[in-house]
Every structure is written in C-alpha cells, then in structure tokens.
T-cell receptor, first 112, second 116 residues
Framework: AQKITQTQPGMFVQEKEAVTLDCTYD???????LFWYKQPSSGEMIFLIY??????QNATEGRYSLNFQKARKSANLVISASQLGDSAMYFC?????????FGAGTRLTVKP | DAGVIQSPRHEVTEMGQEVTLRCKPI?????LFWYRQTMMRGLELLIY????????DSGMPEDRFSAKMPNASFSTLKIQPSEPRDSAVYFC??????????????FGEGSRLTVL
C-alpha cells in the first residue's frame, strides 16, 4: 500500500526567504508520480509541481522546485523567495498506476 | 475551458436525511475521484472511477455511502442516511492518464456538507 508522510504540521518562514517542506513516501509500484498541491484558506486545491519516478532531473516550476531523492524516498518541496500569498496548506501526494493518495499536509505561514 | 464542477457548494441537512453530491468532470478525462476532507482525517480517497467503472471503493466508510458514474460527464456521491460525523468537505477530481506521466488531478471547488 502507498503511504505519504509529511512530518511538519506547521512551518513559519520570513518573507523573501526560502523554505523546504518535507515529504517521504513508500510504495511498491515501480512507476509513480509525486505531486504537490497548495490549499489556501479559500479551500481550492491548486496543483503546483510534478515529479515522475523515472525523471532524472528535479522538477521546477517558477519559484517551486522538487528535491527528489529516490533512494531515500523523499520528495521535498522548496519554495524560493517566499511571498505572503504562499501562506496556505501544502499537500504532498503520490500516484501509482491508478489512485492518488495525499499526506496530512503542512501549514505554511509567511511572516512579513 | 470549464474545470471540474461540483454542486451544491454548501449543504446543510439534518441527521437522517439523504444527501446527493454531484460532479461534472473535465471533458475527456477518463479518471474521476471522490475525496473527503476533515480536520481529523485529512484528505481521504473514497472511491475512484476509470472510464465510468468503479475501480476501488475501499475508502467508502460505510454502506450509507454510494457513488455512481452513469456516463463520462456526471458522477454522484450519495449518503443515506446522513449522520453528523459525515460533515466534511467533499472534493471531486478528474484526470487524464498519459503514458509516461501519471497525470495530475484537477479538483472541483468542493461541497461543504454540514449534518446537524
């Protein structure tokens, strides 16, 4: 069975600084995808970034990058130059052949 | 393009009543997922469909919950009878499976259910 673990219930970061949100996973699927979603206080789920298990390079999308360490089964999200609008819940997720499972989430607060 | 459309956005009902949540996935997507989000349990996968066929309903909490997908453009999640512990935000999401890329989920805005 797939398992996603986010060990940081809450994180604080100063505006304009970088922050890393941790995610570890466990799966027996040989091929899988790793995803990060943002959920602001308004409640919608916003897709941020994707990493395939066979991708050789770490994924990047603007200020978001995914630090993928396959041997360690970790897929940490790095947000550079934090903005006040980055304050939200962040969910790590993994998709095997079919379904997608989510971690418990990390609440990020950006301080001015 | 229209995203995933869920209705109703908010539902307040009394214990024992039947609740039906509706979802219209993005046209062309072949996967549809129902999730439930609560503070205590986070985002739980309830059931998902592939090409309108239920693939895994092991996350459906009880027989009071049922889901259908009669065609590619419509799905329902029904709770009968509803109980206060069913109060949550229910999300519908759809995706397109691409070879070599497992495909991100596109979420609806959610249906917030309150059972009194």
């Amino acid at each position: 069975a797939q398992k996603i673990t986010q060990t940081q219930p809450g994180m604080f970061v100063q505006e304009k600084e970088a922050v890393t949100l941790d995610c570890t996973y466990d799966t027996s699927d040989p091929s899988y995808g790793l995803f990060w979603y943002k959920q602001p206080s308004s409640g919608e789920m916003i897709f941020l970034i994707y990493q395939g298990s066979y991708d050789q390079q770490n994924a990047t999308e603007g200020r978001y990058s995914l630090n993928f360490q396959k041997a360690r089964k970790s897929a940490n999200l790095v947000i550079s130059a934090s903005q006040l609008g980055d304050s939200a819940m962040y969910f790590c997720a993994m998709r095997g052949f079919n379904d997608m499972r989510f971690g418990a989430g990390t609440r990020l607060t950006v301080k001015p | 393009d229209a995203g995933v459309i869920q209705s109703p956005r908010h539902e307040v009902t009394e214990m024992g009543q039947e609740v039906t949540l509706r979802c219209k996935p993005i046209s062309g997507h072949d996967y549809l997922f129902w999730y439930r989000q609560t503070m205590m349990r986070g985002l739980e996968l309830l059931i998902y469909f592939n090409n309108n066929v239920p693939i895994d309903d092991s996350g459906m909490p009880e027989d009071r919950f049922s889901a259908k997908m009669p065609n590619a453009s419509f799905s329902t999640l029904k709770i009968q009878p509803s109980e206060p512990r069913d109060s949550a935000v229910y999300f519908c999401a759809s995706s397109l499976y691409l070879a070599g890329h497992t495909g991100e989920l596109f979420f609806g805005e959610g249906s917030r259910l309150t059972v009194l």
